[in-house]
């Protein structure tokens, strides 16, 4: 069972922008700007890293839920900085305040949800492959 997480847990990383992380890597016509889920993604990584000291045993996290904005365009070469807070716990259910921004503006913020579960009970269950 992992230990209790404190409200306020936070953690941030921050990826520099490249062209794999652009619309435009999906399609020429579109614009060289940061993905919506590449930025969901450092999100979530960011909650991740905050509950990672928390596991015991074999304990991750998995993500439940996204409730996120994309608020701003950035392109390649820019330095994004996704943090996430811990903001309440609804059962098994932990939530985290959620930001993502650049040198000059949030580019998007929202809500995470994780939960705790057994890295081997839930490939198992689910039938995932290593």
Request: charged share 25%; hydrophobic share 40%; glycine share 8%.
């Amino acid at each position: 069972m992992a230990r209790p997480v404190p409200l306020g847990t936070r953690a941030q990383i921050q990826r520099t922008v490249e062209f794999k992380h652009t619309l435009t890597a999906h399609h020429d016509k579109l614009p060289p700007v940061l993905t919506t889920p590449d930025m969901i993604g450092w999100m979530e990584f960011a909650c991740y890293l905050a509950t990672e000291p928390f596991c015991e045993g074999d304990e991750t996290t998995v993500g439940t839920a996204i409730h996120v904005r994309h608020l701003a365009p950035t392109g390649i070469g820019s330095v994004v900085t996704a943090e996430a807070e811990l903001e309440r716990i609804e059962g098994r259910f932990h939530i985290f305040k959620v930001t993502a921004r650049d040198d000059h503006q949030v580019l998007g913020d929202g809500h995470v949800h994780r939960a705790f579960v057994s890295f081997s009970k839930f490939v198992e269950k689910k039938g995932v492959k290593k």
